[in-house]
């Protein structure tokens, strides 16, 4: 069982940046890709990314491709999402995300966190 915890949503303007964070808990976190996926209003979600515990994974849709990166600190089982040049459109709820291997498909993740809302306005 992995336990996902994340913070650093909030409001922010167009063009600015955000840092979102997802601290794990649990058994064999080593055997786990972790990373994000996103859920706008009225839309699909969407897989960001996902990292494994020495390094990619990761999967960037053209979406936030070169203005999103993800991170993993082992010694603290945290992952990073780091957003910069937000735009309106990245507004939606962001889940932190585990698994056993790397996938696009958003259902195949086994644990998710709770989930954190960022807004972009305009």
């Known amino acids: 069982q992995v336990q996902l915890v994340e913070s650093g949503g909030g409001l922010v303007q167009a063009g600015g940046s955000l840092r979102l964070s997802c601290v794990a808990s649990g058994r064999a976190l080593d055997t786990y890709f972790m990373g994000w996926i996103r859920q706008a209003p009225g839309k699909e979600r969407e897989f960001l990314g996902v990292?494994?515990?020495?390094?990619?994974?990761?999967g960037y849709p053209d979406s936030v491709l070169g203005r999103f990166t993800i991170s993993r600190d082992k010694d603290t089982n945290t992952v990073y999402l780091q957003m910069n040049s937000l735009k309106p459109e990245d507004t939606a709820v962001y889940y932190c995300?585990?698994?056993?291997?790397?996938?696009?498909?958003?259902?195949?993740?086994?644990?998710w966190g709770q989930g954190t809302q960022v807004t972009v306005s305009s």
């Open positions: 990292i494994g515990w020495s390094g990619p994974g990761i």
């Open positions: 995300v585990a698994g056993l291997s790397f996938s696009r498909r958003t259902d195949m993740y086994e644990f």
